[in-house]
């Protein structure tokens, strides 16, 4: 494919008998799992199936489904051409058909036609038990088909959730999304829109309009035979017009008046029209009318129809002077052609377009109309491929392989951050999705494998270099090394996440600045010296965020709204998440907890200041405690043996403090004290609902800072939930949470 075409680049057998209708068996989700997976798919009229079509064939012919089809709606009136001649033509068997349409196309009708489905569904979905049951978009049918099946506990993927269209269609979609346990978006403003809407992250998939899969394929060359089938001779390329206009159901007065004048304003125009009837909504039959009334059936400039098989329609679309009136296919399909486009109306103003759309928002005249006409006919715009790459189906079946159908059915709803990220190309393969995650601190360098649910599957680490060009050199030979690995442990690599001591611009993935405990490690270009030698993202943070979104995601800051985060180590850091997103303030300093003062003249810090935390309670200020026992003789006690060439560390003074050295015991005391002192002020501050101790020295410093918070902190905020990390990595999981946030099946 033409890398100049897609903007996605820059990122089971039912054993069960029939049920009966009871408690134990309508809680179709509860069933055991078998091999393989029952998905089941609803379709009600020709436009859903044109993106569901693509679906049912990927899981027919994939043995890990078994597939499933409902048929209802509009597909089974002959007004609308009985399209369910299509499913049967494209050897897909059908295990239900179901009467569901209400005939009158008024407001009423629509109602009857959902209270009818939720009627008969029922019993349908009693004999498949589907796993997992798949609907489409934003028609009135689909609401009554994820109406039951959430009613009677069936996991639901929605596909095209989180869009914009203007009409009451967006009422109909927005409530499915929230209904719908999984989503398949087409856009990344739709998954956008998702999250906004409280949907899980982990839960939906960018995986691009199913339409494209077909449409990218299709042979374009062949077309004068399809031409003449539908147009009876005489019309070649770009001659014709196609009009496809719906009723409007919030202001059907307005909709009939406009489509009146389109029909005007094509006569006047005077080319040949492929004229497509509209659909069942409340209004169509007074379009259809219309159609009548005006002899458009008896005229020879128009070839009126009721449907067109997808494969021919865009071929027709692909051909065309220009198509108008308010249908998404306008919007969606047209514009991978660049074919010219008049949108009429409100309905499909809220979507993304490319250049080919003309927006004629208040089509009250025909001379608008005509004057839309006379600019748009026979030009030719820039293809657009906003709505997908040709890989949908790909990434919605392996998404479907991942659903776990035994975890509880009811759905969280959170409020994740919308986040401006790089989009990156992912390909859902059998490859075990992980991250290249850092964590470069001022003792030692690590650098590990991380897979997706956060296990480290490789890790290796080196002492800190001391100068900035060995540090960087000995970082990218290490990154090198683990890829080489990860590829020998059939690890696909996303991303890197570094995770390093100093204030970091998260932004440009440079170190802005750092203290003395990683000297001269300042204005440092992290990201795009590692992205050059490994052709990956790189992702930058500081030691203290990272420990803090490692424990958001993979630890006791799992779930929860507002935690701080400290890091323990050769220094002290921290962390702050508030209202589930991570804080970095103004100039990427939030949250520095070991440079806060708890002593207006205390021991010297590495930030050139005095009494901050850091000169308490760092592993730092341990060593220096350590060795000035040491060279007192106050360090040894009975049981612990030092060799004459071993350097004196924060180790020995906690050896000492565990075989009983009062001294010791004191010296660690006070780092705990001096460590709870930053947290009661940063409780004062925030107010966070858990602090969560990580690093190796959170454990020895827990009881006194929690000794601490309960003598000098308000009596409001002492009941904070302090805790010692279960992670033995948070620092280096959060660096691989970086990558695994932005570069996982959510985004490609």
Not at 527 to 539: A, D, F, K, Q, Y
Not at 683 to 688: A, Q, T, V
Request: some cysteine; overall charge negative; aromatic content about 6%.
């Amino acid at each position: 494919m033409d890398q100049n075409k897609d903007p996605h680049d820059l990122v089971y057998q039912n054993g069960f008998t029939l049920g009966s209708r009871n408690a134990s068996s309508t809680s179709l989700a509860s069933s055991n799992m078998e091999s393989p997976m029952r998905v089941c798919v609803a379709t009600c009229n020709r436009a859903d199936y044109s993106k569901l079509a693509p679906i049912m064939l990927g899981l027919r012919d994939d043995p890990a489904f078994r597939l499933q089809v409902i048929v209802m709606g509009c597909h089974l009136i002959d007004d609308y051409g009985s399209t369910y001649r299509m499913i049967e033509q494209d050897d897909i068997d059908i295990d239900s058909m179901l009467h569901t349409i209400v005939r009158g196309e008024d407001e009423a009708a629509m109602v009857e036609s959902v209270g009818l489905s939720l009627v008969k569904l029922p019993d349908v979905l009693l004999r498949l038990k589907p796993h997992i049951l798949v609907v489409h978009g934003d028609r009135f049918d689909a609401l009554s088909i994820a109406t039951a099946a959430s009613l009677m506990n069936i996991r639901i993927l929605h596909v095209e959730g989180g869009e914009v269209s203007g009409t009451i269609d967006d009422s109909i979609r927005h409530s499915i999304t929230k209904l719908s346990h999984y989503h398949a978006c087409c856009t990344d403003r739709a998954r956008q829109r998702l999250l906004a809407m409280c949907e899980d992250n982990e839960r939906i998939l960018l995986a691009g309009c199913t339409s494209y899969d077909k449409l990218l394929s299709a042979n374009l060359k062949n077309y004068q035979h399809i031409l003449d089938r539908w147009f009876g001779g005489g019309v070649s390329t770009k001659d014709y017009i196609i009009a496809l206009q719906h009723p409007v159901t919030t202001d059907i007065k307005n909709s009939l008046k406009m489509f009146e004048l389109t029909i005007e304003a094509l006569l006047e125009f005077g080319k040949k029209v492929l004229m497509i009837y509209p659909n069942v909504d409340a209004g169509s039959k007074e379009m259809t009318r219309i159609i009548r009334r005006k002899g458009i059936e008896q005229n020879a400039q128009f070839r009126p129809v009721k449907h067109v098989p997808f494969e021919e329609f865009i071929v027709l679309v692909a051909h065309c002077g220009c198509m108008i009136g308010n249908s998404s296919a306008g919007v969606r399909e047209a514009g991978a052609f660049g074919t010219p486009v008049i949108n009429l109306g409100s309905r499909q103003t809220g979507r993304e377009t490319g250049e080919n759309v003309m927006h004629c928002r208040d089509a009250d005249t025909k001379e608008k109309i005509l004057r839309a006409l006379q600019l748009q006919y026979k030009q030719q715009f820039p293809s657009s491929f906003i709505y997908g790459d040709g890989n949908a189906v790909t990434r919605i079946l392996n998404f479907l392989k991942e659903i776990d159908i035994s975890e509880p059915i009811q759905k969280q709803f959170i409020f994740p951050p919308i986040s401006d990220s790089i989009s990156q190309d992912i390909d859902h393969i059998l490859e075990i999705q992980s991250a290249l995650a850092v964590d470069l601190g001022g003792t030692n360098l690590r650098v590990a494998i991380v897979s997706k649910a956060g296990k480290i599957i490789d890790i290796s680490s080196k002492l800190t270099p001391d100068t900035n060009e060995a540090r960087l050199e000995t970082l990218l030979v290490m990154l090198e090394e683990a890829l080489k690995n990860a590829s020998s442990r059939n690890c696909k690599i996303l991303g890197v996440g570094v995770s390093t001591g100093g204030r970091v611009d998260p932004h440009e993935g440079v170190v802005m600045h750092s203290t003395k405990a990683l000297d001269g490690w300042s204005k440092v270009d992290l990201r795009t010296p590692i992205s050059n030698r490994l052709h990956l993202p790189v992702w930058v943070d500081n030691d203290g965020n990272c420990a803090a979104l490692g424990e958001r995601k993979f630890g006791d800051g799992k779930g929860v709204n507002d935690f701080l985060a400290v890091a323990t180590g050769t220094g002290i850091g921290g962390g702050l998440v508030l209202n589930g997103r991570l804080v970095h303030g103004s100039h990427f300093c939030a949250a520095e907890l070991g440079h806060i003062a708890v002593s207006l003249d205390g021991p010297e810090c590495m930030c050139g200041s005095r009494g901050c935390v850091e000169a308490y309670s760092s592993g730092l200020a341990l060593m220096r405690e350590a060795k000035k026992l040491h060279a007192a003789g106050q360090l040894l006690v009975n049981g612990m043996t030092i060799n004459s060439d071993e350097d004196i560390s924060a180790k020995h003074l906690i050896q000492a403090a565990e075989l009983g050295n009062m001294e010791a015991k004191r010296i660690i005391s006070i780092g705990g004290q001096a460590l709870g002192t930053a947290m009661v002020s940063m409780l004062h501050m925030l107010n966070p609902s858990v602090i969560i101790l990580c690093g190796i020295f959170g454990g020895i410093f827990y009881e006194s800072a929690l000794d601490t918070i309960k003598s000098k902190a308000l009596t409001s905020v002492k009941a904070v939930d302090l805790k010692v990390s279960k992670l033995q990595e948070p620092a280096l999981l959060g660096a691989a949470s970086l990558v695994l946030e932005y570069a996982t099946r959510r985004l490609y």
